[in-house]
């Protein structure tokens, strides 16, 4: 039975996608639920799945085409399919490796060569996992093309000893005889770009500086840090001090809470804390919901699992729309200080840096303490200094003194 396979419905706010990688070839033997194809968005990666057991039967998008929200992509073939000649290869691969083993030159001969449509997903794929050097490979394709058979068959018969050729792709050389690596920006890359840009030309941003003492916190993760992961089943970080005590802020703050809308002000009456977190892919930011009403617990069991998600392209759209108000933390990389810019239409950022140990004066004595850095951009046309200096100072007594979080004090 015919399907047509058609990318996802998406949200509002994503015009478009790009075909960012098939992961089955035409012909090749798909079970229901397998994924397919990833689509790239400015925002997230979408995953295509196969609708029934079957085969794509032809491709109406390749890789590097833009797609729009339900249009047609692919081709497909429900049903059993029976693949003889792919088993007779893969039995030919088995007896051969099994005499190899045993001390025996094998020979393979085939018949008339078995056509495999030139599909460079599942090609780049053999290549990859096989460790072939395509240049070693003799293209039976059309027009001399490598096929995912050729792969296989090159596998089967060792390919003659010839002298090892180094080939760059995606390379240049300049007039002064260096080499340049030329590498298109993903589609969450280019986004990512255009909202900083934004940002910085479309808002009077000013940054305001404190200093925290950690040592307080420090001491209370490790003493119930233990216990705290026994109970709860996550582990105790600093986030959860930092969301906490943003939030109590925010209440305290409410125009560092606000975003601007037009010639509006929108005064927001709930606290969606963005939380940046760094993947291969660029920056994305999901925003835990409610964290007025959530634990410590739950604070770290959702970036916990956030983080995952973001490290696996798994983080879906509405995770990473809206919030109120963002957390990023540069520290993770050793920065000591930074200006973190706006993610807009938020009028404020807060930005946690290393923990560094420095020396400070207490009670007239010199006293060595875990000491951070932290920012707070904001955007001067909604937010007075008054207002951000407060808000930053609330946050530092607030983490420096945690039992006033705990008593709601």
Not at 67 to 93: H, K, P, W, Y
Not at 269 to 297: N, Q
Request: charged residues 25%.
């Amino acid at each position: 039975m015919a399907i047509e396979i058609n990318a996802p419905v998406f949200p509002e706010s994503v015009a478009d996608g790009t075909i960012a990688t098939w992961h089955k070839c035409v012909g090749e033997r798909v079970a229901r639920d397998e994924v397919i194809c990833d689509i790239e968005t400015d925002k997230v990666v979408l995953e295509v799945v196969a609708p029934a057991d079957g085969q794509i039967t032809a491709f109406i998008k390749e890789e590097g085409d833009t797609v729009l929200s339900n249009e047609l992509i692919a081709q497909f073939e429900a049903g059993s399919v029976a693949d003889t000649r792919s088993a007779e290869v893969s039995q030919q691969v088995e007896q051969t490796t099994a005499q190899t083993h045993a001390g025996a030159t094998a020979v393979v001969e085939r018949s008339q060569p078995v056509v495999v449509q030139d599909q460079a997903p599942a090609v780049r794929k053999a290549l990859t996992e096989t460790g072939i050097d395509a240049a070693n490979i003799a293209g039976t394709g059309r027009g001399g093309r490598i096929t995912k058979e050729d792969v296989v068959n090159h596998q089967v018969t060792p390919a003659p000893v010839a002298t090892p050729q180094v080939t760059m792709t995606e390379t240049a050389t300049t007039p002064s005889g260096r080499i340049e690596k030329r590498v298109p920006m993903t589609r969450l890359r280019k986004r990512v770009a255009e909202r900083l840009l934004a940002a910085t030309q479309q808002t009077a941003m000013l940054t305001t500086f404190n200093e925290v003492n950690m040592k307080p916190i420090m001491d209370m993760r490790k003493q119930y840090k233990d216990a705290f992961e026994k109970r709860h089943g996550a582990r105790l970080g600093f986030m959860s001090f930092f969301v906490k005590a943003v939030t109590e802020a925010l209440k305290r703050y409410p125009a560092v809470n606000a975003s601007i809308d037009g010639d509006d002000i929108v005064y927001h009456g709930y606290y969606d804390i963005g939380v940046a977190v760094s993947s291969e892919r660029g920056l994305v930011v999901p925003v835990l919901r409610d964290t007025d009403h959530m634990s410590y617990a739950e604070v770290e069991s959702g970036i916990r699992s956030y983080a995952g998600k973001a490290r696996d392209g798994k983080l879906a759209i509405e995770e990473m729309t809206g919030g109120t108000f963002t957390i990023t933390n540069g520290g993770t990389f050793g920065s000591l200080l930074s200006t973190p810019i706006l993610n807009q239409p938020q009028t404020a950022i807060l930005g946690m840096h290393k923990i560094q140990d420095r020396p400070m004066a207490v009670d007239g004595q010199v006293v060595i303490l875990p000491m951070m850095y932290l920012a707070l951009s904001y955007d001067h046309r909604m937010i007075d200094g008054k207002e951000a200096v407060g808000f930053l100072v609330t946050v530092k007594e607030l983490l420096e003194e945690p039992a006033k979080l705990i008593l709601d004090l």
